[in-house]
């Protein structure tokens, strides 16, 4: 099987060493997006940011993952960003496309604008042979239609894609809709971003009509089993209108054995075809080595349990020090 993890977030590895719950507790997934990740992400900086991608990727490493498609997203530490997660990847020989996901939900116009030029400038500056880019936009219900509008022209200046949270939850699609459009897509249609190869990670809220125009378009989508079980964010059976269709870890641990049983019982559960299910595994592979003009780059051997524990030891002090920046957040 493949052991590619297609949608994940590098900057949430340090989430399992003693993140404190939030309080009160979330009761529905925008609350956990307000209560935990996206202050998680604030208080991120550089050096918490590369403790959380060295444990990540070796861990990853570890559990036999080839290649990963990550999502990054640090409003209080923007520029730079990228080169110290590519850093983390080629240094320790993890495969990787990179991006950053501007939004506009902490500083408006201006913070989309920056995320956006991160993305363009890693795009310029990265020569590192394991590492490529992406034009990065968090969820569309925390963008206007004038930065989905710049994304996609930015990533077609760049000769790239979009990779975007679409649907995750129904507040996206109710977003869309008091907009004005008849949906999602129809959103993301209208705004020119249906670019061939762009990664729309999630799509659970998205209808069969919406994800066959997804597939029309050569858009892939990413299926993020582990994470929607712990949001409860419900199963995406349109997906099986498509066969363009990968598996990520959304930020969970890149244990893709596991992705791939969690996907299998949730696809039984939900009565979806099996088949076609079971198909998004190997499709990951695909997605990635379209980066590389069909020839995905090979991952290093898995660091010794020594070195992973060394850098256990830096990561859960930097750990300490972020749970106490978010608890000022």
Same mark, same amino acid.
């Given at each position: 099987?493949?052991?590619?993890?297609?949608?994940?977030?590098?900057?949430?590895?340090?989430?399992?060493?003693?993140?404190?719950?939030?309080?009160?507790?979330?009761?529905?997934?925008?609350?956990?997006?307000?209560?935990?990740?996206?202050?998680?992400?604030?208080?991120?900086?550089?050096?918490?940011?590369?403790?959380?991608?060295?444990?990540?990727?070796?861990?990853?490493?570890?559990?036999?993952?080839?290649?990963?498609?990550?999502?990054?997203?640090? %409003? +209080?530490?923007?520029?730079?960003?990228?080169?110290?997660?590519?850093?983390?990847?080629?240094?320790?020989?993890?495969?990787?496309?990179?991006?950053?996901?501007?939004?506009?939900?902490?500083?408006?116009?201006?913070?989309?604008?920056?995320?956006?030029?991160?993305?363009?400038?890693?795009?310029?500056?990265?020569?590192?042979?394991?590492?490529?880019?992406?034009?990065?936009?968090?969820?569309?219900?925390?963008?206007?239609?004038?930065?989905?509008?710049?994304?996609?022209?930015?990533?077609?200046?760049?000769?790239?894609?979009?990779?975007?949270?679409?649907?995750?939850?129904?507040?996206?699609?109710?977003?869309?809709?008091?907009?004005?459009?008849?949906?999602?897509?129809?959103?993301?249609?209208?705004?020119?971003?249906?670019?061939?190869?762009?990664?729309?990670?999630?799509?659970?809220?998205?209808?069969?009509?919406?994800?066959?125009?997804?597939?029309?378009?050569?858009?892939?989508?990413?299926?993020?089993?582990?994470?929607?079980?712990?949001?409860?964010?419900?199963?995406?059976?349109?997906?099986?209108?498509?066969?363009?269709?990968?598996?990520?870890?959304?930020?969970?641990?890149?244990?893709?054995?596991?992705?791939?049983?969690?996907?299998?019982?949730?696809?039984?559960?939900?009565?979806?075809?099996?088949?076609?299910?079971?198909?998004?595994?190997?499709?990951?592979?695909?997605?990635?080595?379209?980066?590389?003009?069909?020839?995905? %780059?090979?991952?290093?051997?898995?660091?010794?349990?020594?070195?992973?524990?060394?850098?256990? +030891?830096?990561?859960?002090?930097?750990?300490?020090?972020?749970?106490?920046?978010?608890?000022?957040?």
């Amino acid at each position: 099987m493949s052991r590619v993890n297609a949608h994940t977030h590098l900057y949430s590895g340090l989430a399992p060493l003693g993140m404190p719950a939030p309080t009160p507790a979330p009761e529905n997934f925008v609350q956990i997006l307000e209560r935990v990740w996206w202050r998680l992400d604030r208080a991120l900086d550089a050096a918490s940011l590369k403790a959380s991608c060295e444990l990540y990727v070796a861990e990853a490493l570890r559990h036999g993952c080839v290649g990963l498609i990550d999502h990054h997203e640090s %409003p +209080n530490f923007i520029e730079g960003s990228l080169d110290i997660i590519a850093e983390v990847c080629q240094r320790m020989g993890m495969p990787a496309v990179l991006c950053y996901g501007a939004t506009e939900r902490n500083g408006g116009r201006a913070e989309a604008e920056r995320g956006l030029a991160e993305c363009a400038r890693f795009l310029r500056d990265n020569d590192r042979p394991l590492v490529k880019g992406a034009i990065g936009l968090h969820a569309c219900f925390t963008v206007s239609d004038n930065t989905i509008r710049e994304a996609a022209e930015l990533a077609r200046q760049h000769d790239t894609v979009l990779h975007v949270h679409v649907a995750e939850d129904m507040a996206d699609v109710v977003d869309a809709r008091e907009r004005g459009y008849a949906g999602l897509i129809d959103r993301l249609d209208k705004c020119d971003a249906m670019d061939s190869g762009s990664i729309f990670a999630h799509g659970i809220y998205l209808d069969s009509e919406e994800v066959q125009a997804c597939a029309e378009s050569g858009i892939w989508i990413v299926q993020n089993p582990r994470s929607n079980r712990g949001n409860q964010v419900g199963y995406p059976r349109a997906l099986a209108e498509s066969t363009l269709v990968a598996l990520g870890t959304d930020g969970y641990p890149a244990d893709m054995m596991a992705e791939a049983a969690a996907l299998m019982e949730d696809a039984e559960s939900a009565g979806d075809d099996l088949s076609a299910a079971a198909m998004r595994i190997d499709a990951s592979a695909v997605l990635l080595g379209t980066f590389w003009d069909g020839v995905q %780059p090979k991952a290093s051997a898995p660091p010794s349990e020594e070195t992973l524990q060394t850098l256990r +030891n830096e990561a859960q002090a930097q750990a300490a020090r972020l749970w106490q920046r978010m608890s000022e957040i």
